[in-house]
Protein backbone atom coordinates (compact mmCIF):
# COMPACT_ATOMS: atom_id res chain seq x y z
CA UNK A 1 0.00 0.00 0.00
CA UNK A 2 1.37 3.57 -0.85
CA UNK A 3 2.02 6.06 1.84
CA UNK A 4 -0.11 8.48 0.83
CA UNK A 5 -2.80 6.01 0.73
CA UNK A 6 -1.99 4.91 4.19
CA UNK A 7 -2.07 8.82 5.53
CA UNK A 8 -4.83 9.03 4.03
CA UNK A 9 -6.91 5.72 5.91
CA UNK A 10 -5.05 7.57 9.37
CA UNK A 11 -6.65 10.65 8.47
CA UNK A 12 -9.95 9.67 7.66
CA UNK A 13 -9.59 7.35 10.84
CA UNK A 14 -8.37 10.18 12.84
CA UNK A 15 -11.63 12.23 11.70
CA UNK A 16 -13.56 9.52 12.89
CA UNK A 17 -12.30 9.02 15.81
CA UNK A 18 -12.49 13.12 16.28
CA UNK A 19 -16.40 12.89 15.43
CA UNK A 20 -17.32 10.09 17.66
CA UNK A 21 -15.24 12.21 20.74
CA UNK A 22 -17.24 15.38 19.81
CA UNK A 23 -20.30 13.44 19.38
CA UNK A 24 -19.85 11.19 22.75
CA UNK A 25 -19.75 15.09 24.48
CA UNK A 26 -22.65 16.30 22.65
CA UNK A 27 -24.32 13.34 24.33
CA UNK A 28 -23.15 13.41 27.86
CA UNK A 29 -22.85 17.68 28.10
CA UNK A 30 -25.53 18.13 30.59
CA UNK A 31 -27.99 20.68 29.39
CA UNK A 32 -27.13 24.78 30.15
CA UNK A 33 -29.96 25.06 33.02
CA UNK A 34 -28.28 25.99 35.69
CA UNK A 35 -28.47 24.30 39.35
CA UNK A 36 -31.95 25.13 39.86
CA UNK A 37 -35.00 22.26 38.19
CA UNK A 38 -36.62 23.33 35.25
CA UNK A 39 -40.26 22.13 35.10
CA UNK A 40 -41.69 22.05 31.26
CA UNK A 41 -44.82 21.21 29.76
CA UNK A 42 -45.80 18.87 26.79
CA UNK A 43 -49.32 19.34 25.51
CA UNK A 44 -50.82 16.71 23.50
CA UNK A 45 -50.03 16.32 20.25
CA UNK A 46 -46.79 18.27 20.26
CA UNK A 47 -44.38 17.12 17.55
CA UNK A 48 -40.69 16.53 18.74
CA UNK A 49 -39.47 19.03 16.31
CA UNK A 50 -41.94 22.18 17.54
CA UNK A 51 -40.81 20.67 21.57
CA UNK A 52 -37.28 21.16 20.49
CA UNK A 53 -37.89 24.70 18.80
CA UNK A 54 -39.44 25.28 22.37
CA UNK A 55 -37.15 24.29 24.54
CA UNK A 56 -34.31 26.28 22.45
CA UNK A 57 -36.34 29.56 22.93
CA UNK A 58 -36.41 28.97 26.69
CA UNK A 59 -32.50 28.25 27.21
CA UNK A 60 -33.22 24.43 28.53
CA UNK A 61 -31.32 23.39 24.90
CA UNK A 62 -28.28 24.81 23.06
CA UNK A 63 -30.04 24.32 19.36
CA UNK A 64 -33.43 23.16 18.57
CA UNK A 65 -31.20 20.71 16.65
CA UNK A 66 -29.46 18.81 19.48
CA UNK A 67 -32.80 17.10 20.73
CA UNK A 68 -34.31 16.33 17.11
CA UNK A 69 -30.78 15.11 15.66
CA UNK A 70 -29.97 12.98 18.89
CA UNK A 71 -34.03 11.66 18.63
CA UNK A 72 -33.25 11.10 15.01
CA UNK A 73 -30.04 8.96 15.16
CA UNK A 74 -31.61 6.75 18.03
CA UNK A 75 -35.07 6.36 16.01
CA UNK A 76 -37.05 8.06 19.19
CA UNK A 77 -38.35 10.67 17.64
CA UNK A 78 -42.24 9.21 18.51
CA UNK A 79 -43.29 8.64 21.49
CA UNK A 80 -43.55 11.99 23.52
CA UNK A 81 -45.97 12.02 26.49
CA UNK A 82 -47.29 14.68 27.11
CA UNK A 83 -47.49 16.06 30.52
CA UNK A 84 -45.33 18.59 33.17
CA UNK A 85 -41.97 17.16 34.14
CA UNK A 86 -39.44 18.04 36.15
CA UNK A 87 -35.59 18.70 34.21
CA UNK A 88 -33.07 18.42 36.70
CA UNK A 89 -29.32 19.73 37.27
CA UNK A 90 -26.96 17.37 35.12
CA UNK A 91 -29.48 16.24 32.65
CA UNK A 92 -28.29 15.58 29.12
CA UNK A 93 -30.08 15.50 25.68
CA UNK A 94 -30.42 11.32 25.95
CA UNK A 95 -31.60 12.01 29.33
CA UNK A 96 -34.13 14.27 28.51
CA UNK A 97 -35.52 12.65 25.69
CA UNK A 98 -35.90 9.67 27.65
CA UNK A 99 -37.79 11.96 30.51
CA UNK A 100 -39.86 13.00 27.78
CA UNK A 101 -40.51 9.48 26.84
CA UNK A 102 -41.43 7.83 30.43
CA UNK A 103 -44.27 9.64 31.15
CA UNK A 104 -43.19 10.34 34.67
CA UNK A 105 -44.90 13.26 35.34
CA UNK A 106 -44.68 16.16 37.84
CA UNK A 107 -47.40 15.55 40.21
CA UNK A 108 -48.78 17.95 42.55
CA UNK A 109 -50.54 17.67 45.55
CA UNK A 110 -53.59 18.68 47.41
CA UNK A 111 -55.11 17.94 50.96
CA UNK A 112 -58.89 17.71 52.01
CA UNK A 113 -58.57 17.69 55.51
CA UNK A 114 -60.48 15.59 58.27
CA UNK A 115 -63.71 18.04 59.36
CA UNK A 116 -64.24 20.06 56.40
CA UNK A 117 -67.21 20.88 55.10
CA UNK A 118 -68.09 20.25 51.29
CA UNK A 119 -68.26 24.01 51.05
CA UNK A 120 -64.64 24.19 52.41
CA UNK A 121 -63.76 21.48 50.16
CA UNK A 122 -64.99 23.34 47.16
CA UNK A 123 -63.94 26.77 48.38
CA UNK A 124 -60.08 25.11 48.21
CA UNK A 125 -60.61 22.70 44.80
CA UNK A 126 -61.75 25.70 43.22
CA UNK A 127 -58.57 27.74 44.03
CA UNK A 128 -56.46 25.06 43.19
CA UNK A 129 -54.18 26.30 40.20
CA UNK A 130 -53.05 22.75 38.62
CA UNK A 131 -56.56 21.60 38.60
CA UNK A 132 -58.36 21.94 35.55
CA UNK A 133 -61.26 23.47 36.21
CA UNK A 134 -65.05 22.30 34.54
CA UNK A 135 -67.48 22.47 37.62
CA UNK A 136 -69.36 25.53 37.60
CA UNK A 137 -68.40 27.70 41.43
CA UNK A 138 -71.08 27.60 43.92
CA UNK A 139 -72.43 24.37 42.11
CA UNK A 140 -75.65 23.15 44.13
CA UNK A 141 -75.14 19.97 46.45
CA UNK A 142 -77.57 18.22 44.46
CA UNK A 143 -76.14 19.14 41.19
CA UNK A 144 -72.60 18.41 42.32
CA UNK A 145 -73.40 14.89 42.96
CA UNK A 146 -75.16 14.33 40.00
CA UNK A 147 -71.85 15.68 38.45
CA UNK A 148 -69.71 12.77 40.45
CA UNK A 149 -72.52 10.30 39.59
CA UNK A 150 -73.09 10.03 43.49
CA UNK A 151 -76.29 8.57 44.52
CA UNK A 152 -77.24 11.20 47.13
CA UNK A 153 -78.80 14.48 47.11
CA UNK A 154 -76.31 16.22 48.97
CA UNK A 155 -72.35 14.74 49.24
CA UNK A 156 -71.66 15.93 52.42
CA UNK A 157 -69.36 13.73 53.72
CA UNK A 158 -68.85 11.48 51.30
CA UNK A 159 -65.53 12.47 50.13
CA UNK A 160 -62.35 10.99 51.90
CA UNK A 161 -60.17 13.45 53.65
CA UNK A 162 -56.60 12.91 52.45
CA UNK A 163 -53.55 14.85 50.45
CA UNK A 164 -53.97 13.56 46.84
CA UNK A 165 -51.21 13.73 44.36
CA UNK A 166 -52.30 14.40 40.99
CA UNK A 167 -50.50 15.23 37.60
CA UNK A 168 -51.46 19.23 36.14
CA UNK A 169 -54.61 19.60 34.43
CA UNK A 170 -56.36 16.30 35.87
CA UNK A 171 -60.43 17.81 36.03
CA UNK A 172 -61.90 18.89 39.27
CA UNK A 173 -64.39 16.23 38.61
CA UNK A 174 -61.64 13.41 38.14
CA UNK A 175 -59.95 14.90 41.58
CA UNK A 176 -63.08 14.48 43.31
CA UNK A 177 -64.95 11.32 41.63
CA UNK A 178 -61.05 9.82 43.63
CA UNK A 179 -62.07 11.38 46.38
CA UNK A 180 -65.52 10.07 46.92
CA UNK A 181 -64.14 6.86 45.64
CA UNK A 182 -61.68 6.70 49.15
CA UNK A 183 -64.40 7.47 51.11
CA UNK A 184 -66.22 4.81 49.68
CA UNK A 185 -63.61 1.94 50.17
CA UNK A 186 -62.62 2.97 53.48
CA UNK A 187 -66.28 3.13 54.85
CA UNK A 188 -67.09 -0.48 52.75
CA UNK A 189 -63.71 -2.15 54.33
CA UNK A 190 -64.68 -0.66 57.94
CA UNK A 191 -68.48 -1.26 57.79
CA UNK A 192 -67.59 -4.93 57.34
CA UNK A 193 -65.21 -5.37 60.44
CA UNK A 194 -67.84 -3.46 62.51
CA UNK A 195 -68.80 -4.06 65.98
CA UNK A 196 -71.93 -5.90 66.94
CA UNK A 197 -75.31 -4.19 67.79
CA UNK A 198 -74.93 -1.41 67.05
CA UNK A 199 -78.07 1.10 66.28
CA UNK A 200 -77.23 1.69 62.27
CA UNK A 201 -79.20 0.54 59.59
CA UNK A 202 -77.12 1.31 56.70
CA UNK A 203 -73.08 2.03 56.39
CA UNK A 204 -74.22 6.00 55.56
CA UNK A 205 -75.64 6.33 59.16
CA UNK A 206 -71.82 5.51 60.25
CA UNK A 207 -70.84 8.17 57.99
CA UNK A 208 -73.22 10.30 59.61
CA UNK A 209 -72.20 9.37 63.19
CA UNK A 210 -68.72 9.07 62.39
CA UNK A 211 -68.80 13.37 61.02
CA UNK A 212 -70.67 14.06 64.29
CA UNK A 213 -67.30 12.71 66.44
CA UNK A 214 -64.97 14.35 64.00
CA UNK A 215 -66.72 17.71 64.96
CA UNK A 216 -67.01 16.68 68.51
CA UNK A 217 -63.04 16.69 69.26
CA UNK A 218 -60.29 16.50 68.02
CA UNK A 219 -58.55 14.55 70.80
CA UNK A 220 -57.64 10.83 69.55
CA UNK A 221 -57.76 9.37 72.46
CA UNK A 222 -61.42 10.66 72.99
CA UNK A 223 -63.13 10.05 69.81
CA UNK A 224 -64.08 6.01 70.93
CA UNK A 225 -65.66 7.57 74.34
CA UNK A 226 -67.63 9.80 72.81
CA UNK A 227 -68.78 7.40 69.91
CA UNK A 228 -69.99 5.60 72.85
CA UNK A 229 -72.17 8.43 74.24
CA UNK A 230 -73.95 8.73 71.23
CA UNK A 231 -74.62 5.27 70.33
CA UNK A 232 -75.97 4.56 73.70
CA UNK A 233 -78.30 7.82 73.63
CA UNK A 234 -79.40 6.55 69.66
CA UNK A 235 -80.03 2.86 71.80
CA UNK A 236 -81.92 4.65 74.74
CA UNK A 237 -83.99 6.71 72.45
CA UNK A 238 -82.64 9.58 73.86
CA UNK A 239 -81.59 12.90 71.44
CA UNK A 240 -78.57 13.25 70.66
CA UNK A 241 -77.93 16.73 71.53
CA UNK A 242 -74.84 17.95 69.90
CA UNK A 243 -73.79 21.23 68.98
CA UNK A 244 -71.71 20.79 65.97
CA UNK A 245 -75.04 19.77 64.15
CA UNK A 246 -76.95 22.67 65.65
CA UNK A 247 -74.03 24.97 64.24
CA UNK A 248 -74.23 23.29 60.70
CA UNK A 249 -78.04 23.63 60.72
CA UNK A 250 -77.72 27.12 61.16
CA UNK A 251 -75.48 27.31 58.00
CA UNK A 252 -74.57 31.29 57.49
CA UNK A 253 -76.86 32.32 60.34
CA UNK A 254 -74.68 30.95 62.92
CA UNK A 255 -71.91 33.90 64.04
CA UNK A 256 -69.37 32.09 66.09
CA UNK A 257 -71.28 31.78 69.22
CA UNK A 258 -73.97 29.65 69.73
CA UNK A 259 -77.24 29.95 71.54
CA UNK A 260 -80.06 29.42 73.72
CA UNK A 261 -82.23 30.55 71.05
CA UNK A 262 -79.98 28.65 68.66
CA UNK A 263 -80.54 25.33 70.25
CA UNK A 264 -84.04 25.81 70.09
CA UNK A 265 -84.32 27.21 66.71
CA UNK A 266 -85.94 23.98 64.57
CA UNK A 267 -83.46 22.61 61.72
CA UNK A 268 -83.21 18.97 60.14
CA UNK A 269 -79.79 19.11 61.54
CA UNK A 270 -81.41 20.38 65.36
CA UNK A 271 -80.23 17.27 67.27
CA UNK A 272 -81.69 19.67 70.55
CA UNK A 273 -85.33 19.55 68.95
CA UNK A 274 -85.19 15.77 66.99
CA UNK A 275 -84.40 12.12 67.86
CA UNK A 276 -82.04 10.14 65.58
CA UNK A 277 -78.99 10.86 63.43
CA UNK A 278 -78.75 14.03 61.17
CA UNK A 279 -80.12 13.84 57.76
CA UNK A 280 -76.54 13.83 56.38
CA UNK A 281 -73.21 13.84 57.50
CA UNK A 282 -71.97 17.16 59.01
CA UNK A 283 -68.23 17.68 57.58
CA UNK A 284 -65.81 14.75 56.10
CA UNK A 285 -65.14 12.51 59.01
CA UNK A 286 -61.48 11.13 58.66
CA UNK A 287 -60.96 7.10 59.09
CA UNK A 288 -60.18 7.82 62.94
CA UNK A 289 -63.48 9.08 63.43
CA UNK A 290 -65.14 5.86 61.05
CA UNK A 291 -63.32 3.70 63.30
CA UNK A 292 -64.48 4.98 66.30
CA UNK A 293 -68.44 5.50 64.81
CA UNK A 294 -67.75 1.50 64.28
CA UNK A 295 -66.34 0.53 67.63
CA UNK A 296 -67.54 2.58 70.15
CA UNK A 297 -65.90 2.59 73.50
CA UNK A 298 -68.05 0.67 75.90
CA UNK A 299 -69.19 2.48 79.38
CA UNK A 300 -71.78 4.07 80.93
CA UNK A 301 -71.34 7.92 79.92
CA UNK A 302 -74.61 9.43 78.48
CA UNK A 303 -73.09 12.82 78.37
CA UNK A 304 -70.20 15.07 78.36
CA UNK A 305 -69.18 18.73 78.39
CA UNK A 306 -65.71 20.65 77.37
CA UNK A 307 -63.47 21.17 79.72
CA UNK A 308 -61.95 24.14 78.29
CA UNK A 309 -58.59 22.67 77.86
CA UNK A 310 -59.65 20.46 74.18
CA UNK A 311 -60.76 17.38 76.28
CA UNK A 312 -64.26 16.11 78.09
CA UNK A 313 -65.88 15.26 81.06
CA UNK A 314 -67.44 12.24 80.74
CA UNK A 315 -70.64 11.75 83.08
CA UNK A 316 -73.46 8.30 83.43
CA UNK A 317 -75.71 10.60 84.90
CA UNK A 318 -77.76 14.05 84.60
CA UNK A 319 -76.91 15.15 88.04
CA UNK A 320 -72.94 14.31 87.21
CA UNK A 321 -73.52 16.34 83.98
CA UNK A 322 -74.79 19.34 85.59
CA UNK A 323 -71.99 19.66 88.10
CA UNK A 324 -69.33 19.03 85.15
CA UNK A 325 -71.49 22.33 83.42
CA UNK A 326 -71.09 24.41 86.41
CA UNK A 327 -67.82 23.54 87.53
CA UNK A 328 -66.31 23.28 83.71
CA UNK A 329 -69.02 26.12 81.54
CA UNK A 330 -70.67 28.11 83.98
CA UNK A 331 -67.77 29.49 85.85
CA UNK A 332 -66.04 30.58 82.73
CA UNK A 333 -69.48 32.51 81.93
CA UNK A 334 -70.83 30.07 78.79
Not at 44 to 65: M, T
Not at 80 to 92: K, N
Not at 104 to 115: A, D, F, P, Y
Not at 229 to 239: A, P, S
Request: proline share 6%.
Amino acid sequence: MKRTHVIAILVLLAAAAGGAWQYWRWVKQPLPIGTQAVDVEIMPGESLHHVAEEFAAKGILKHAWDLAIYARLHEASHGLRAGEYSVTPGTTVAGLLDLLRSGKVVMHSLTLVEGWTLRQVMAVVEQEPDLKHTLPRDMAPAALARALGIDAANPEGMLMPDTYQFPRGTSDVAFLERAHAAEEQELAKQWAERAPDLPYSRPYDALIMASIVEKETAQPLERGKIAGVFVRRLQKGMKLQTDPSVIYGLGDAYNGDITLKDLRTDTPYNTYTRYGLTPTPICMPGRAALEAALHPEAGDALYFVARGDGTHQFSATLKQQNEAVAKYQLKHGK
